[in-house]
């Protein structure tokens, strides 16, 4: 039985409208016929048999689709999927699931997750579809890429995330906090009820520009027909990138490839290629003394390669290198990753934080009273120090990264063949999920999880935290180089508007979270309205 006579192929199921009119799975009309030879029964059953096979606990996939019908229609985001697919199974260390015709291993126990992210790192060091990478020039940064190249761009990027380093960049947050004051009397002034995370967004788009490029975007101070937010928006609205299209990669990227799609459109990589390429012309292909991410990366090119550590020393204990040629795209590709990476999730997490503040008052007024005490001895100016000398803000942070992970699932692939302790062997290419929203909200590990408690990350009650069920920005090796830069610039903005602004839910706004099927990272889906109010000025 082909694919073209299976009945999910109808118009009405295939292509169901989104939000802006268009359908999600529309782009996939023409190459049907394509499809249908790559979809037999045969193949079909026999993918679908591999979890019984190897005595996981699983649930029954339907064709094409899998257990993921919900997330490729566009209709349940990705996380809350496999939270439900995990709570069928409360007492399995580890889950099958099906993502479309792909086995995939959900690992859901913390001893496990461990042994994946950090103990034998090695055999699980790979993203998803690694061995398609390099069909893109995008694809070889560091959230992506694999094996040797991400080890030597891992080894050569991490010194550009030091303390001392993000102490530096930290000037540039200064200045762009100053116009964020500014932004926000003149917006706040006109309305007090705004969209946070499109109004925070263009506070850390400044910044993202102003560090990563050393350009002004311009996103505070000119935000009609911005280039800098049109782009952004691109690379993460579902109405501009339908998930349909990022999902059709991920789960048959033989196909995907072999029908000439890309991931991102021509038009949004020229942006960055042009704009790029032009920086580091202007600075002839040299280190400058502006400090920012472009110049720190630029220290690459004078050697013409980066040379870092072979991945196969992890399992041999050896001592080989590995030497990985510099060129524009290599580079580039950089910038992209930590411009997609930094601007959009820091805002959300962000709004999340000032929304579950409105809903609590009293958590809020404490947080704003330790940013006055610590301003006032600062004389009233924003420094580095911001990150690490208020406690109670950075608990609140914690426990919004708890609610609201950034990427509600965290993606693995088996890199080299590997037999877990109580015998289940998987074979390299093997997908694995590390279901991070189902961990944090298991009340087996934080009670009351649906409950913002900022309390649970203070210093006295850290160690009830288990090892391994917190995971926001992932852990082992491939943990989240840009932490740093991302906790700096949240902190910063949320200083500016704590000390000057009460927040509070706008009419209508609800007390419980929807979110937006159609988005890979955690996002509101009818965004979240606040009021803002100017409160009593007192000196700092």
Known sequence: MNFSVLHIASDEVLCPKSRSGLAPFSFLIPVLPSMSISFTSDSICIKFSYWKNKGVPHLKPVPLFGNYADLFLGKTKWASIENKICNHFPDAPVVGSYFGTEPTLIVKDPELIKVVTTKDFYHFSGREISDYVDREWVMLNLFSTH???????????????????????????????????LLLEKDISVSRQQEVRSFFARFTMDCIGTCAFGVNTKAMTDDKQNPFVRVGQEIFDPKYLPIAKTLFRTSSPALFYGLGLKSFPDKMLNFFSNLLTGVFKERQYKQTAKNDFVDLILKFVEKKYIMGDSMSNLKSDGKDKVKIDVDDNLLIAQC?????????????TASFLLYELAKDQKSQERARQEIRDWLRKRDGRLVYECVTELPFLEQCMDETLRLYPVLGVITREVSDSYRFADGLSVERGLRVHLPVFHVHRNPKYFPEPDTFRPERFAPENKHNIHPYTYLPFG????????????????????????????????????????????????????GIQLNFTPLEERRV
């Not at 995330?161 to 964020?180: D, P, R, V």
């Not at 930094?342 to 959300?348: K, L, M, P, V, W």
Request: aromatic share 12%; glycine share 6%.
């Open 475 to 526: 852990e082992g090796p491939r943990l989240c180089i840009g932490m740093r830069f991302a906790k700096m610039q949240v902190m910063a903005g949320l200083v500016t508007i704590l000390k000057k602004y009460r927040v509070e839910l706008a009419p209508g706004m609800p007390r419980t979270i929807e979110f937006e099927p159609k988005s890979f990272v955690t996002s509101s889906k009818h």
């Open 147 to 181: 094996g040797d190249k991400w080890k030597v761009l891992r080894q050569n990027l991490s010194p550009l995330f030091s303390s001392a380093k993000m102490k530096n960049m930290f000037l540039f947050i200064e200045e762009c906090s100053k116009t964020f004051e």
């Open 336 to 348: 992209f990753i930590f411009f997609a990476a930094g601007f959009e999730t820091s805002a959300t």
